[in-house]
């Protein structure tokens, strides 16, 4: 199974933005990147997920290599409630029974 | 919009008593999915189920079992509860799209086996 690395923690002042990487060199062509994130005592939620391209929605946008070995999580303009722990995984997008492995993530402290 | 739903919310039960834990959704997803998050160890997938009638075992399925008779029900049992199998309980579900599909879960069960 392809695996990603994740820093443990990272700390980010409020209001500005925030790069969460992930490093996946292992990947596989038909891999998607999925990040998903925990915020303290609920369940995990999905944030956001790629292939090949940058992607962007309303919570963060997702910025992938060339080499697609690596991404980056960017949430624009963080907030307190982000405060959170971030999952980034490997899906395979051609195994409809691949099932979702959880690192142990990053957390994300957020400083007011 | 109910969503994912989760019951009860918090237990405590004694060794060897069995327990289960219920999770009910409104969405009509054909995916279900238990997971356990223990300190340390992330999430773990214990069981999962693509229909109704039709369930498969995760990483750590020993000392559960699970049914699933209605689309929107996935209930988790535990026989003979012990010790090691203090954790939160999340209860996830996803649509028709296999278990690439995002997957939105409960608001967890807090299990404690005394």
């Known amino acids: 199974d392809a695996k990603t690395t994740q820093p443990n923690s990272m700390e980010s002042n409020e209001e500005e933005p925030v790069h969460l990487p992930c490093n996946h060199s292992?990947?596989?062509?038909?891999?998607?990147i999925h990040w998903y994130r925990q915020l303290p005592s609920q369940g995990p939620e999905y944030v956001i997920h790629?292939?090949?391209s940058n992607v962007n929605n309303r919570m963060a946008s997702l910025a992938i290599a060339e080499d697609r070995k690596s991404s980056t999580l960017i949430l624009h303009r963080a907030t307190l409630r982000d405060a959170a722990v971030y999952y980034c995984i490997l899906r395979d997008g051609m195994n409809r029974d691949d099932k979702i492995i959880f690192g142990k993530g990053t957390r994300l402290h957020i400083l007011p | 919009d109910a969503g994912i739903t989760q019951s009860p919310r918090y237990k405590i039960t004694e060794t060897g008593r069995q327990v289960t834990l219920m999770c009910h959704q409104t969405?009509?997803?054909?995916?279900m999915f238990w997971y356990r998050q223990d300190l340390g160890h992330g999430l773990r997938l214990i069981y999962y189920?693509?229909?109704?009638?039709?369930?498969d075992k995760g990483e750590v399925p020993d000392g559960y079992v699970v049914s699933r008779s209605k689309t929107e029900n996935f209930p988790l049992t535990l026989e003979s509860a012990t010790r090691s199998q203090t954790s939160v309980y999340f209860c996830?579900?996803?649509?028709?799209?296999?278990?690439?599909?995002?997957?939105?879960f409960g608001p967890g069960t807090r299990l404690t086996v005394l």
């Open positions: 790629g292939l090949t």
């Open positions: 996830a579900s996803s649509g028709t799209g296999g278990l690439t599909d995002t997957q939105y």
């Open positions: 189920s693509a229909a109704a009638d039709i369930t």
């Open positions: 292992t990947i596989s062509g038909t891999d998607y």
């Open positions: 969405w009509s997803h054909s995916y």
